[in-house]
């Protein structure tokens, strides 16, 4: 029997990466990837800003951000990180403008909650130093970001705890090791049904293609095992599965803006002069994040990455502008249809804010910055503000009996998921195989 993951995303491609590496070689049940879009990683993997922290995490995420930080860079050590998908540790600094603060605002609701309550993820963690500076390149900034009049930074953390990464470059090396490895991706393909023995035992899915002339075909797979990995499309897929089952996947879809760009100010990596090797990369580069509060120039929390591509090729993601109105696409290559240009607009003006060219005796810059890309993503959040990976209890399932297979469920990641990939991909892959999960999830079971 196979085991079918249906989302083909970043926490999708882990679990298939990190469950053929580890299975006994005379183990040949297949592996099955299922993504309804026609190609992968069109929202939140594709587009994400590719920040990794240690320990910026509550108690019952805290043991898997731990474990999935340590799995990112000793990857980025074995397979060339850097220069394949940008792995580099990062400085990152809290700015504040005027008379709005990071701290006391971020912590005026529950841990974890910074995303819905419009505040900055900087609350999370505490400063390194009571003292701010002035933002003038000369304390110390990098020179990418554009001093602020009244601003002032706070460092929080440093490249040993925190990482960036390009997030499609992952997925991509990701996809690949996995397909060598003989994992079977189906694109534009939907599971409609379950089918069951006449034990009631699930022994198949049907599932349906669309193909470029417009037709559809039908077909079943045999599994007993499946995994929903589809983030935020992940309720939606499970009822569809499960019709008769009253439970109910508390997560929802939180849209986000993101812009990347090039700057004139940003054309070689930044060199860590400590020389720490972090990654692995022998050219010792080193990534900066900024994280924002609300200020005069803009009303939201952006977040500002210095970060690398493939090959050290620099850019600057800038996000933070997130919309809940927006209704959640049937695919996620329909999303660009949901763009707000006015959301672009809004994120352009804060992006040259940050990193465009400063005039003398203005506090407006110029903008001199080169569009890589635009995104809009769909991030998967949870009611609980954490994610949701584990068994599905078959008592669950509207009345469908799994035998020796199961269900899971691995999404609600939040703004989290690419920090939190490797390890939920780890500890899934663990589950399905009957081993002990190397990380402490017994706090993120469906509930």
């Known amino acids: 029997m196979g085991t079918v993951i249906i989302g083909g995303g970043i926490i999708g491609l882990s679990t298939a990466y990190y469950l053929s590496l580890s299975r006994p070689a005379t183990d040949d049940a297949p592996i099955h990837i299922i993504d309804s879009s026609p190609m992968l990683l069109a929202s939140a993997s594709g587009y994400a800003g590719g920040f990794l922290a240690s320990d910026w995490f509550s108690p019952a995420v805290s043991s898997l951000g731990a474990l999935s930080f340590r799995l990112h860079r000793e990857l980025a050590e074995?397979?060339?990180?850097?220069?394949?998908?940008?792995?580099?540790?990062?400085?990152?600094?809290?700015?504040?403008?005027?008379?709005?603060?990071?701290?006391?605002?971020?912590?005026?609701?529950?841990?974890?909650?910074?995303?819905?309550?419009?505040?900055?993820?900087?609350?999370?963690?505490?400063?390194?130093?009571?003292?701010?500076?002035?933002?003038v390149n000369q304390d110390g900034s990098p020179a990418v970001f554009t001093p602020q009049v009244g601003g002032t930074?706070?460092?929080i953390a440093d490249p040993e705890e925190c990482a960036q990464i390009e997030p499609k470059e992952l997925c991509e090396f990701l996809c690949e090791e996995s397909k060598s490895r003989g994992v079977h991706i189906h694109l534009s393909t939907t599971a409609t049904s379950v089918l069951t023995n006449?034990?009631?035992?699930?022994?198949?899915?049907?599932?349906?293609?669309?193909?470029?002339?417009?037709?559809?075909?039908?077909?079943?797979?045999?599994?007993?095992?499946?995994?929903?990995?589809?983030?935020?499309?992940?309720?939606?897929?499970?009822?569809?599965?499960?019709?008769?089952?009253?439970?109910?996947?508390?997560?929802?879809p939180l849209a986000g803006y993101s812009l990347t760009v090039k700057s004139p100010r940003y054309t070689h990596p930044f060199l860590d002069v400590e020389k720490r090797n972090i990654g692995g990369g022998e050219d010792n580069w080193l990534c900066y994040a900024i994280y924002c509060a609300p200020g005069r120039h803009?009303?939201?929390?952006?977040?500002?990455?210095?970060?690398?591509?493939?090959?050290?090729?620099?850019?600057?993601?800038?996000?933070?502008?997130?919309?809940?109105?927006?209704?959640?696409?049937?695919?996620?290559t329909d999303v660009k249809k949901s763009m707000n240009p006015k959301?672009?607009?809004?994120?352009?003006?804060?992006?040259?804010?940050?990193?465009?060219?400063?005039?003398?005796?203005?506090?407006?810059?110029?903008?001199?910055?080169?569009?890589?890309?635009?995104?809009?993503?769909?991030?998967?959040?949870?009611?609980?503000?954490?994610?949701?990976?584990?068994?599905?209890?078959?008592?669950?399932?509207?009345?469908?009996?799994?035998?020796?297979?199961?269900?899971?469920?691995?999404?609600?990641?939040?703004?989290?998921?690419?920090?939190l990939s490797l390890g939920s991909g780890l500890v899934v892959s663990e589950m399905l195989q009957g081993k002990k999960p190397s990380a402490d999830i017994r706090a993120l079971g469906l509930h």
């Open 198 to 252: 006449s034990d009631g035992v699930l022994t198949r899915l049907r599932l349906e293609s669309s193909g470029g002339d417009g037709g559809n075909e039908k077909r079943e797979i045999e599994c007993d095992k499946i995994v929903f990995t589809a983030g935020a499309w992940t309720p939606r897929v499970f009822k569809t599965l499960f019709p008769q089952s009253h439970t109910r996947i508390p997560i929802s």
């Open 78 to 135: 074995k397979h060339n990180g850097s220069r394949k998908w940008g792995y580099a540790g990062s400085h990152v600094y809290s700015l504040s403008v005027d008379e709005y603060g990071v701290s006391e605002k971020a912590k005026s609701g529950r841990r974890g909650d910074w995303l819905l309550d419009g505040t900055s993820r900087a609350g999370l963690v505490e400063g390194r130093s009571d003292h701010k500076n002035s933002m």
């Open 153 to 155: 930074l706070n460092t």
């Open 298 to 332: 803009w009303s939201y929390s952006p977040e500002a990455y210095a970060r690398l591509a493939r090959g050290g090729q620099t850019e600057v993601w800038v996000g933070g502008v997130n919309d809940s109105s927006l209704s959640l696409p049937e695919l996620a």
């Open 343 to 419: 959301s672009f607009e809004s994120l352009r003006a804060t992006t040259v804010q940050l990193t465009g060219l400063a005039r003398e005796g203005d506090d407006l810059n110029q903008d001199d910055l080169e569009t890589v890309r635009e995104g809009l993503c769909f991030r998967p959040v949870s009611t609980s503000g954490t994610p949701i990976i584990g068994q599905v209890p078959e008592k669950d399932l509207g009345g469908v009996c799994m035998g020796d297979g199961g269900v899971w469920i691995a999404s609600g990641h939040g703004p989290w998921g690419i920090s």
